[in-house]
Nanobody, 119 residues
Framework: QVQLVESGGGLVQPGGSLRLSCAASGTIFRIIDMGWYRQAPGKERELVARMTNGGSTKYAESVKGRFTISRDNAKTMVYLQMNSLEPEDTAVYYC?????????????WGQGTQVTVSS
């Protein structure tokens, strides 16, 4: 299992920016992808951004052009740069890593960090 520690959440005005950070430790050599999810009240948890081990990225349509996922070379840190934030981005954001556990995979989750976009 991978242990994840998040930071960077908070309160920001519409149009502002935040950068979320996630530090990974543990069995990181089997990480196959890393990403960010979010969950707003009354809604299901949804994928925000994901990066595979090969570097391919995927974004939710609602955040394309505004959010950017990145990682360090050692794959011990993953970041989410959030620009042009909107009230609709308000949610609890979770860091996620998938590790190979044949024949399937094991997902690890951070504790979640609150992002509130409000004027």
């Amino acid at each position: 299992q991978v242990q994840l520690v998040e930071s960077g959440g908070g309160l920001v005005q519409p149009g502002g920016s935040l950068r979320l950070s996630c530090a990974a430790s543990g069995t990181i050599f089997r990480i196959i992808d890393m990403g960010w999810y979010r969950q707003a009240p009354g809604k299901e948890r949804e994928l925000v951004a994901r990066m595979t081990n090969g570097g391919s990225t995927k974004y939710a349509e609602s955040v394309k052009g505004r959010f950017t996922i990145s990682r360090d070379n050692a794959k011990t840190m993953v970041y989410l740069q959030m620009n042009s934030l909107e009230p609709e981005d308000t949610a609890v954001y979770y860091c996620n890593t998938g590790t190979a556990r044949p024949p399937g995979r094991l997902d690890s989750w951070g504790q979640g960090t609150q992002v509130t976009v409000s004027s």
